[in-house]
């Protein structure tokens, strides 16, 4: 018996050992992921946004020679090629209208839209505002800086959100049931339609908002990657990561984030950890 029991824990401790070895990546749902490093070299990314009918992802990050500037750029996501995108003036946020295959691209003077023959942008007209944000979910919408205001982008005009007039915003989102969420610096809040009325969700310093193709919202903060889960009312913390700038969700479901320097794409191995952190989980 005593035997019997040692070889258990001894079998245990070996299964334990070669388990934790593996599980040496980020761990999301209990599956070990490996970096995939798609660029390097690239000052604070920020803003992403994939265009999923051509694998492209779009982004902004710092440049600093002589002057620091907002430069707009984006990776093909198939062959890793790395363009800038000219004629932007302080290219910042990035947004994709999925159904009519149009990138845009908010500069400190209004909106631009991307043209795929020439890979430059076009002014549009509408706006001149300082634009910090976008996110496109059946219409346009925006977030100008450094007043924080909520617009929507709709037939060349753009009007402030009427359910946001009385508050400061500087990402905003939508999902598919048109639930408003919105981030400032009090922390994340949704705007529910069908209550017209304001909850919070928490505490969080949101650096960027994005969903998923079918239009599931996820938000990253400086220390990690975060999961709206509507159907359950919660908000599930997929990963820690330190120096977090940004993420977007591929068309497969894997999850692309910005680090400081680099774009990194989370790959999902074989391997299952149940060495997880305990998921953070608040209700709303
Ligand atoms: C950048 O540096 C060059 C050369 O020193 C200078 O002529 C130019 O005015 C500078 N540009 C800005 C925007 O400061
Ligand atoms: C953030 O939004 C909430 C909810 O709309 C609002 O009560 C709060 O005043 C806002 N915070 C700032 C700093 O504007």
């Keep these: 018996m005593k035997l019997l029991v040692l070889l258990v824990v001894l079998a245990y401790s070996v299964t334990a050992r070669i388990i934790d070895e593996k599980c040496d990546g980020i761990i999301v749902h209990n599956i070990n992921h490996i970096k ?27 440049s600093y020679d002589n002057v620091s500037k907002f430069i707009s750029a984006y990776i093909n996501l198939k062959t890793n090629e790395f363009q800038i995108i000219d004629g932007v003036n302080g290219g910042f946020a990035n947004g994709v209208d999925g159904r009519s295959n ?55 005009k753009s009007q402030r959100v009427p359910e946001l007039l009385q508050t400061k915003a500087m990402l905003v989102a ?18 529910k339609k069908a209550k017209n009325y304001v909850t919070f969700l928490g505490d969080y310093n949101l650096n960027g908002i994005t969903s998923d193709i079918t239009g599931n919202l996820f938000f990253s903060t400086p220390d990690g990657i975060y999961f709206i889960d509507d159907k359950s009312k919660k908000i599930e913390k997929l990963a820690t990561i330190p120096n977090i700038y940004g993420m977007a969700v591929e068309s497969d479901g894997n999850i692309i984030y910005a680090s400081q320097d680099s774009l990194v794409r989370l790959k999902p191995t074989k391997t299952h950890c149940f060495v997880n952190e305990k998921p953070e989980v608040e209700v709303f």
């Design 36 to 62: 995939e490093v798609l660029k390097d070299n690239i000052d604070s990314p920020y803003q992403l946004a994939i265009d999923y009918d051509t694998n492209m992802l779009f982004f902004s990050y710092s």
């Design 102 to 156: 149009t990138v845009y691209i908010g500069g400190n003077d209004g909106l631009y839209k991307f043209d795929f023959e020439s890979k430059r942008a076009q002014h549009i007209d509408g706006t001149a505002h300082n634009i910090w944000q976008i996110f496109f979910k059946n219409d346009l919408y925006y977030t100008n800086y450094p007043l924080e205001n909520v617009y929507v982008y709709k037939d060349g």
């Design 174 to 191: 939508i999902d598919n049931n048109d639930n408003i969420y919105y981030s400032n610096s009090s922390g994340l809040f949704v705007h």
